[in-house]
Nanobody
Framework: QVQLVESGGGSVQAGGSLMLSCAAP????????ISWFRQAPGKEREFVGG????????DYADSVKGRFTMSRDIPKHTAILQMESLKPEDTAVYYC?????????????????WGPGTQVTVSS
């Protein structure tokens, strides 16, 4: 289990930007996958993107590809999700999750550790 804490959520107008952070305080993340999921009201939690801590390579859901970018701050044990060109349909609670693997899983069952979530609201 890895303790994860998200921050950076908030409200923004369509077309705006937000940056989310996922911190694992004091926990080196070598060998882990850190991913972001989101859940809108009445919908299932869906994969947004994931990053391989070992080399920084990332994969994204088609719905956010080209708009969202993941990166990592290794000394701070923090994964970052930079969100650009936000749309109202990006409104959701965003969760980060961790799994010990080389593969970025896209299903919630693939992950053992979850943060409490942070709200992102995009108004039109």
């Amino acid at each position: 289990q890895v303790q994860l804490v998200e921050s950076g959520g908030g409200s923004v107008q369509a077309g705006g930007s937000l940056m989310l952070s996922c911190a694992a305080p004091g926990r080196p993340l070598g060998g882990y996958i850190i991913s972001w999921f989101r859940q809108a009201p009445g919908k299932e939690r869906e994969f947004v993107g994931g990053i391989r801590w070992s080399d920084g390579s990332a994969d994204y859901a088609d719905s956010v590809k080209g708009r969202f970018t993941m990166s990592r701050d290794i000394p701070k044990h923090t994964a970052i999700l930079q969100m650009e060109s936000l749309k109202p349909e990006d409104t959701a609670v965003y969760y980060c999750a961790a799994r010990w693997s080389l593969r970025i899983g896209v299903n919630t069952d693939d992950y053992q550790s979850w943060g409490p979530g942070t709200q992102v609201t995009v108004s039109s």
